[in-house]
């Protein structure tokens, strides 16, 4: 019996994305047997991991983070390709986008809270625009944008608030 | 590769962040103006009622009428009076309709799936049907 190995060269990096990616999942992991009010209304704390990334190595690496972390957990709780699954997918790369022209903004002035706050809007405005044209294709769902609006603020306030903390606790930078 | 990406450096400065207070403001504004033009109803002055998929009619609501249809399951009945309207009675198992009463603000709907009947408030921010108007 010959005994064959495939061998992946890794970096550091990838070893650190991992690590990050699997705590972002154990977090989506827990949020999700919550309960929740209304469907869709979430604390987003895996998001904390992604913002963490970014002040911490970089965009690519947040990046990979957040598509890693949107893929296992549907995995995991058997969503893969549903209706959820592309709810998340379309929220997580919109929130990304707004994160990417969020980091350009003057670091003087904006702290994690901005982007976090940001990157939580741009996250339910994928999601209603997606419900909106695929999952129920009626007006009525605008009746929906305050509330969830409201509860994107909240919660990216309480995000954006951890991630300073943690940032600052790490002294990073 | 590296020479491409263009590096941004973040950094995390110790005093109050204006940017931060002007996106939280921003985003306040922005839920307030959500609330004002989405929870914003009004009187309704016209019902439009669909049956079977096509759009039946549309009926002032400034009237006394009482419009039959008859459906799948049996008969509809939807009441009109003193700019509200209803389903007085429907041959469906659960009433769910019935029992939702009157209805007389924009947007309002009440349907009944088992018979295919549905009703809904317009106003005059939406379009309706000029024929029957």
Not at chain 2, 117 to 132: A, H, P, R
Request: aromatic share 12%; with cysteine.
């Amino acid at each position: 019996m010959t005994r064959s190995t495939i061998k992946i060269k890794t970096t550091l990096l990838d070893h650190q994305i991992a690590q990050l990616s699997a705590i972002a999942i154990g977090l989506s992991l827990m949020e999700s047997i919550l309960p929740s009010p209304m469907p869709g209304v979430k604390p987003g704390i895996a998001n904390i991991i992604t913002l963490y990334a970014i002040y911490r190595f970089n965009f690519n690496t947040a990046m990979w983070i957040s598509v890693l972390r949107v893929f296992a957990t549907s995995l995991i709780l058997g969503q893969f390709l549903s209706p959820a699954f592309m709810l998340s997918l379309t929220g997580g790369i919109l929130s990304l986008l707004t994160l990417y022209f969020a980091i350009k903004l003057p670091s003087k002035f904006f702290s994690p809270v901005s982007l976090s706050v940001l990157s939580s809007f741009a996250h339910i405005a994928g999601q209603l625009l997606l419900v909106r044209i695929w999952l129920i294709p009626h007006a009525s769902i605008y009746y929906l944008i305050p509330i969830y609006s409201a509860v994107a603020l909240l919660f990216g306030l309480i995000n954006g608030w951890i991630t300073y903390r943690l940032l600052k606790h790490h002294n990073s930078i | 590769m590296s020479t491409l990406r263009k590096k941004i450096v973040l950094k995390l400065h110790t005093k109050f962040f204006i940017g931060d207070g002007l996106i939280i403001l921003i985003s306040l504004i922005f839920i307030v103006c959500t609330f004002k033009t989405f929870w914003h109803f009004e009187t309704g002055s016209v019902v439009q009622v669909n049956f079977q998929g096509n759009t039946y009619g549309n009926f002032s609501l400034f009237q006394d009428k009482k419009i039959n249809l008859i459906g799948k399951e049996g008969e509809s009945i939807i009441e009109i009076k003193e700019g509200r309207a209803r389903f007085k009675s429907a041959p469906c198992k659960n009433q769910y309709c019935v029992q939702q009463g009157w209805i007389h603000l924009t947007g309002q709907m009440l349907i009944c799936i088992p018979n295919e009947v549905s009703i809904e408030i317009l106003g005059k921010s939406k379009t309706y049907d000029s024929l029957n108007y």
